[in-house]
């Protein structure tokens, strides 16, 4: 089992920054691939970047470039730097650990996630 703590939402205005951060405990040592999600009201959770085993990151189309995935493992804490941010960016934000693998792509299922409560990011223009 392992637990997820976000922290560091809030409300910004277009082209600001935010950094979320993600606490990890519990079963942590097996160096799953971790992500940030985000989800709407109304509309399914999607993955926007992954921190794959060995360092390797992977970002949706709709933030790459203004999105940063990075992790200290000394503080078993991940964070997203978020930049550039805009209304569309606007979303309850979820850090997610897998279950099993160590190597992740945006398209695996939620269901082979943990899960944190979420943190709301609100980008007015």
């Known amino acids: 089992q392992v637990q997820l703590a976000e922290s560091g939402g809030g409300s910004v205005q277009a082209g600001g920054s935010l950094r979320l951060s993600c606490a990890a405990s519990g079963s942590t040592s097996n160096n799953y691939c971790m992500a940030w999600f985000r989800q709407v009201p109304g509309q399914e959770r999607e993955a926007v970047a992954i921190l794959n085993s060995g360092g390797h990151s992977v970002y949706a189309e709709s933030v790459k470039g203004r999105f940063t995935i990075s992790k200290d493992s000394t503080k078993n804490t991940l964070y997203l730097q978020m930049n550039k941010l805009k209304p569309e960016d606007t979303a309850m934000y979820y850090c997610?650990?897998?279950?099993?693998?160590?190597?992740?792509?945006?398209?695996?299922?939620?269901?082979?996630?943990?899960w944190g409560q979420g943190t709301q990011v609100t980008v007015s223009s």
């Open positions: 997610a650990a897998n279950r099993a693998y160590r190597v992740c792509s945006l398209s695996y299922a939620t269901s082979t996630y943990y």
